[in-house]
């Protein structure tokens, strides 16, 4: 759903992403293929992808299943006790969080 939003007498188009309702410039968001009206954010892209990745694991066995699994434990753990948000280690493991399953 895009929103105008004036600009200094400028009026500018923003879209808001249909995950986390944030305002951004619609070429800052990803566009759902036949549903071009629907739009996330590159946050929420980045998210979507590691949750459809996790459920097709669901139906995946062996070794490579069960380190992808440990390290969504560990997520979820630091995510629980806010470790992410800490100052000394907090900046490290959300740039971790990047790169992990």
Known sequence: ????????????????C????TLQEP?????????????VCIRCAHSLSKWAWEIEDQARTGSAVRARNGIRRLRRTVVQHG???NRLVGRGLR????FTP
């Open 83 to 85: 470790w992410h948000q």
């Open 27 to 39: 070429t800052k968001l990803v566009h759902l293929g036949n549903h071009p009206e629907v739009v």
């Open 95 to 98: 740039w971790m969080g990047r």
């Open 18 to 21: 249909w995950c986390c309702g």
């Open 1 to 16: 759903m895009a929103t105008p939003a004036a600009v200094e007498g400028q009026e500018s188009r923003q879209a808001q």
